[in-house]
T-cell receptor, first 107, second 117 residues
Framework: DAKTTQPTSMDCAEGRAANLPCNHS???????VYWYRQIHSQGPQYIIH???NNETNEMASLIITEDRKSSTLILPHATLRDTAVYYC????????FGQGTTLQVKP | GAVVSQHPSRVICKSGTSVKIECRSL??????MFWYRQFPKQSLMLMAT?????????EQGVEKDKFLINHASLTLSTLTVTSAHPEDSSFYIC?????????????FGPGTRLTVT
């Protein structure tokens, strides 16, 4: 079973930052946190991953709390094309998907 | 980024027939491949994990005799749904993993929509 907790849905205004939280309070010391998203009827798309340091790439930033019990995915300037289901996953050798957060970016 | 393809993208078959879905990693060699299933408005469910040349490891509740997985090479895995029934209608997604340094990178195919009539 998935071990992360995410809000079911969120809205964000186009052009604004989207901050998606995730709780992973049972994460062990060597487990990475991965973020994927799934746009309707497509395969999941990798976004970013991290262990304990904050990470940034061309798509997003990942902020991990010092105790590693939670993280936040930041899409700095959300566009309509970022509307998708976002999944936060503790990597344990395989990706087990929870229900994710449905992000709706609105004009 | 790495590319994973699936074929076919959608297939309709009659109840009782078998269907084969191919998954290929196009520009990298995958150490492991995974098969997922997704029903409407639900999340992805992991069905099985396979390594090249080895038998697949199935998740609890997944019938290994119904969902045959062959992982013949580092770039190709196939899922065969045998004696398909309408309840097998679903979105099947494969994923390929490679090792990049100390971190596993896992990429997903576009999915195959199976409809059993």
């Amino acid at each position: 079973d998935a071990k992360t907790t995410q809000p079911t849905s969120m809205d964000c205004a186009e052009g604004r930052a989207a901050n998606l939280p995730c709780n992973h309070s049972t994460i062990s010391g060597n487990e990475y946190v991965y973020w994927y998203r799934q746009i309707h009827s497509q395969g999941p798309q990798y976004i970013i991953h991290g262990l304990k340091n904050n990470e940034t790439n061309e798509m997003a930033s990942l902020i991990i709390t010092e105790d590693r019990k939670s993280s936040t995915l930041i899409l700095p300037h959300a566009t309509l094309r970022d509307t998708a289901v976002y999944y936060c996953i503790e990597y344990t050798g395989k990706l087990i998907f929870g229900q994710g957060t449905t992000l709706q970016v609105k004009p | 980024g790495a590319v994973v393809s699936q074929h076919p993208s959608r297939v309709i078959c009659k109840s009782g027939t078998s269907v084969k879905i191919e998954c290929r990693s196009l520009d990298f060699q995958a150490t492991t491949m995974f098969w997922y299933r997704q029903f409407p408005k639900q999340s992805l469910m992991l069905m099985a994990t396979s390594n090249e040349g080895s038998k697949a490891t199935y998740e609890q509740g997944v019938e290994k005799d119904k969902f045959l997985i062959n992982h013949a090479s580092l770039t190709l895995s196939t899922l065969t749904v045998t004696s398909a029934h309408p309840e097998d209608s679903s979105f099947y997604i494969c994923s390929a993993r490679r090792l990049a340094g100390r971190v596993h990178e896992q990429y997903f195919g576009p999915g195959t929509r199976l409809t059993v009539t």
